[in-house]
């Protein structure tokens, strides 16, 4: 059976309501933003794939490709999974890659969170 991809919102989730719980607060929060991307991108990516609309190639580049492929739709409803992935993938990258994170963990976490759930939301309505 197929990893259901949507399953590390779950964890996004459950890391962002607890997050001194499984380890080191931020920590877990950097991990919350980190998997809330994941749960859209690759929600995302295997929707487009499966629809015969690209085909990634295992690459760091499909990352790219996969957001352009939904920000320079034509329909709206495309544009906008586009751009919140792209905001998200921004987050994922400061929290998986900087040393000390502006602003605060727990807000950036939590909108990561629910922009990840809206565009699972809308790619579900596709």
């Known amino acids: 059976m197929s ?26 929060l950097r991990t919350a ?3 809330a ?12 794939a499966s629809r015969g609309e690209l085909v990634p190639a295992g690459l760091a580049s499909d990352h790219g490709l996969v957001i352009n ?7 709206p409803a495309r544009q906008k999974i586009g751009a919140g992935l792209s905001r998200l993938r ?6 998986d890659y900087d040393d000390v994170l502006s602003g605060r963990p727990a807000a950036t976490a939590q909108s990561s969170v629910t922009l990840a759930r809206n565009v699972l939301t809308a790619l579900g309505s596709l």
């Open 3 to 28: 990893f259901d991809w949507a399953d590390y919102l779950k964890l996004a989730e459950a890391l962002t309501r607890d997050p001194s719980s499984p380890g080191p607060e931020e920590a877990s």
């Open 33 to 35: 933003i980190s998997r």
């Open 37 to 48: 991307y994941y749960a859209a991108y690759r929600s995302a990516s295997n929707l487009a």
């Open 69 to 75: 492929h939904f920000r320079y739709a034509a329909d």
């Open 90 to 95: 921004g987050n994922r990258n400061k929290a």
